[in-house]
């Protein structure tokens, strides 16, 4: 049996994070990012660390039952001396404001880091 690539493994996280979503558990997310994980999102609005952004999710969730996102990897690009990674891919949002559903896409880039066990977390999209 032939042990997974390191594409396969972020794959496999990033379909982690995407089921946490669907399912609303922050804590889910929390260990696919790294402790200094930086979000800039489509809108400009920056958050810094592991634990504002379980917290944040967290939020969102119990104001906002609707929010479900979802990120699609088109391209990873992994370089394994370093222990880095690049993905390339789309995303697609619906969020409620004031009782009416929006729908929300786009595209986004993340920065994997590989750690000493050998998992792969997010450190910034």
Request: aromatic letters at 10%; a negative charge; charged letters at 25%.
């Amino acid at each position: 049996m032939t042990q997974p690539t390191s594409t396969d493994l972020i794959r496999a996280a990033r379909e982690a994070f995407n089921r946490a979503i669907a399912e609303k558990d922050p804590k889910g997310i929390r260990p696919l990012l790294a402790p200094t994980y930086h979000l800039i999102t489509g809108r400009s609005d920056q958050f810094h660390g592991a634990d504002e952004e379980e917290i944040r999710w967290a939020d969102l969730f119990r104001t906002d039952p609707t929010a479900v996102y979802r990120r699609s990897p088109r391209e990873i690009t992994t370089n394994e001396a370093w222990g880095i990674a690049e993905e390339l891919g789309n995303w697609q949002g619906e969020y409620s404001i004031n009782g009416h559903l929006v729908r929300a896409s786009g595209v986004y880039a993340a920065k994997w880091q590989r750690t000493q066990n050998g998992n792969w977390v997010l450190q910034a999209e």
